[in-house]
Nanobody, 120 residues
Framework: QVQLVESGGGLAQAGGSLRLSCAASARTFGRYYMGWFRQAPGKEREFVAAIAWSTAGPYYADSVKGRFTISRDNAKNTMYLQMNSLKPEDTAVYYC?????????????WGQGTQVTVSS
């Protein structure tokens, strides 16, 4: 069983930055696809970014491309999401996930989520 724990959420102003971290418990962390998803109130969970264990990717949703950067440190079993030029519409609970692919359906493990709030 893989446990994922997010940290780094909080409140930011529009145009500001936040950095999310996701710590994984598994020693096999390096073999998983890892991704970030988000869910705003009243909306479905959506893909934000993902990164493969190999050199494939990274992958980004069009809404965050050029503003967010996903990275991972397999030696530390940790994944990151650097969020720059934040917009109010980025406000959501952000979830870290790991699995066999980059879609919601292929993610097998999920963190508890961390709130990101962007004020205008």
């Amino acid at each position: 069983q893989v446990q994922l724990v997010e940290s780094g959420g909080g409140l930011a102003q529009a145009g500001g930055s936040l950095r999310l971290s996701c710590a994984a418990s598994a020693r096999t962390f390096g073999r998983y696809y890892m991704g970030w998803f988000r869910q705003a109130p009243g909306k479905e969970r959506e893909f934000v970014a993902a990164i493969a264990w190999s050199t494939a990717g990274p992958y980004y949703a069009d809404s965050v491309k050029g503003r967010f950067t996903i990275s991972r440190d397999n030696a530390k079993n940790t994944m990151y999401l650097q969020m720059n030029s934040l917009k109010p519409e980025d406000t959501a609970v952000y979830y870290c996930a790991g699995g066999r692919g980059i879609s919601i359906a292929t993610m097998d493990y999920w963190g508890q989520g961390t709130q990101v709030t962007v004020s205008s």
